[in-house]
């Protein structure tokens, strides 16, 4: 009754962690096993019998009867007279059995053994959760908001696992209260340690194919391929779909009616705003619709460098450019070509790599990623959008501006 006392005491863990009583016994065996290993140098000569049903546990020593006075390993051998205590009829070189009360191993050894019964415990508990997320990689996926910090926020799911969901895999404007539901993809499942890391992300472009899933059945059933996303979160996406069906429009299927299938998307992305097209396998056209809603007249394409020279009107570019310069990066990124806007139809401009040599390469580089590569594409816009556009220094800007229009000005 001591051992089964015991037991008891060590099954609470069982029921925390939700542990079945058949694990249970495995892991006290192994447990047991290295404290009689510690307490008496080998294991070998010790037989342990669980029995899961009882939540019982009994340990054996089996040992060599040798005469009083010649033991040499205690732990393997038993003089006759101590033997014959047990039984009074053995004799020398018979077997002993004799068994071991887990009280006898001492009280150091018994707190020793509990400390490392909840550590395998929870060795066990963390293995199982991270084998339950490691192949989720990618999957949709809510849990519930338990803890708030300045670098991520800690979910738990039903089943009490811990998420994160780190700052930066955070949509900017994400607002979370405590018991909040929140919904992101599964981006990273690791060990480290012995401890599971389980990494959700809103920031992912995979969450929101997940979300087009999720809320447009077309794609759910797979009659509308999602071929690509691209994301700046909380601001802007662009999405190709396609579909083998002729007789279903792909984006007016995923749009809906007014935008009603989409709504959905956009409200938990933040109001990030979409663009759905429809994709092509003609490289010419696909580069055309991504720079939606700008209309170009148009394009040269050099396949080998990767780039290509987009030429539109005037009037066109900052569509072409968007906001922040988001349209031409995401259709850089949708089309995986660099692209170079020009415009048409305008005199005398000058190209920004005229003035390397007053204006550092840099700067230049920074001016062209948002699509302005003439000095008349920087001064035709206001100070206070080419510094939101490029996020450069107010001081530099007014540099540049007072470079440019002197040129115009001479």
């Given amino acids: 009754m001591e051992n089964l006392a015991l037991i008891e005491s060590f099954s609470e863990f069982k ?7 058949v694990t249970l ?8 096993r290295n404290t009689l290993k510690r307490k008496f140098g080998s294991d070998d000569n010790f037989d342990i019998i669980i029995n899961p049903d009882k939540g019982d546990l009994e340990i054996w020593r089996n040992r060599i009867v040798v005469k009083d006075g010649e033991v040499e390993d205690p732990n393997q051998e038993i003089e006759l007279f101590q033997a014959q205590k047990i039984e009074p009829d053995f004799e020398v070189g018979e077997d002993v059995s004799e068994e071991v009360k887990l009280i006898d191993l001492g009280r150091r050894s018994i707190q020793t053994l509990r400390q490392n019964l909840v550590s395998k415990i929870f060795e066990h508990d963390s293995t199982n959760t991270y084998n339950q997320f490691k192949d989720r990689t990618g999957d949709l996926f809510t849990a519930e908001v338990h803890h708030i910090r300045n670098r991520e926020v800690i979910l738990l799911d039903d089943d009490g696992n811990e998420i994160i969901l780190p700052k930066d895999r955070q949509i900017p404007n994400d607002f979370f209260r405590k018991g909040d539901n929140v919904r992101g993809v599964i981006e990273i499942v690791e060990l480290r340690g012995n401890k599971p890391r389980i990494i959700l992300s809103r920031t992912s472009p ?3 194919e997940k979300l087009f899933e999720q809320e447009i059945p077309e794609v759910f059933d797979g009659l509308i391929t999602i071929k690509k996303a691209v994301r700046i979160p909380g601001e802007k996406a662009k999405v190709a779909v396609d579909s083998y069906d002729d007789r279903i429009d792909p984006v007016g299927a995923c749009v809906g009616m007014k935008g009603s299938r989409i709504h959905g998307i956009v409200r938990e992305l933040g109001n990030e705003n979409i663009d759905v097209i429809n994709y092509t396998n003609n490289l010419q056209l696909f580069i055309t619709r991504a720079l939606s809603p700008a209309k170009i007249n148009s394009l040269k394409i050099d396949e080998e460098a990767k780039r290509v020279q987009v030429f539109l009107n005037p009037d066109e570019v900052s ?3 968007g906001r922040g310069g988001h349209n031409i990066r995401l259709a850089g990124k949708l089309t995986g070509y660099e692209i170079d806007v020009y415009r048409e139809g305008v005199e005398e401009d000058v190209e920004l790599t005229e003035f390397s040599d007053e204006i550092d390469s840099w700067v230049i580089d920074e001016f062209k990623k948002v699509g302005l590569d003439t000095a008349k594409s920087v001064i035709e816009l206001e100070k ?3 510094i939101k556009r490029t996020d450069l220094e107010e001081e530099t800007v007014n540099e540049v501006i007072r470079i440019l229009k002197a040129e115009f000005e001479e």
């Fill in 15 to 21: 029921d925390e962690k939700l542990i079945d009583r």
């Fill in 25 to 32: 016994m495995v892991i006290l065996e192994e447990v047991f």
């Fill in 206 to 208: 995979i969450f929101l």
């Fill in 319 to 321: 569509k072409a450019i």
């Fill in 384 to 386: 206070e959008d080419l």
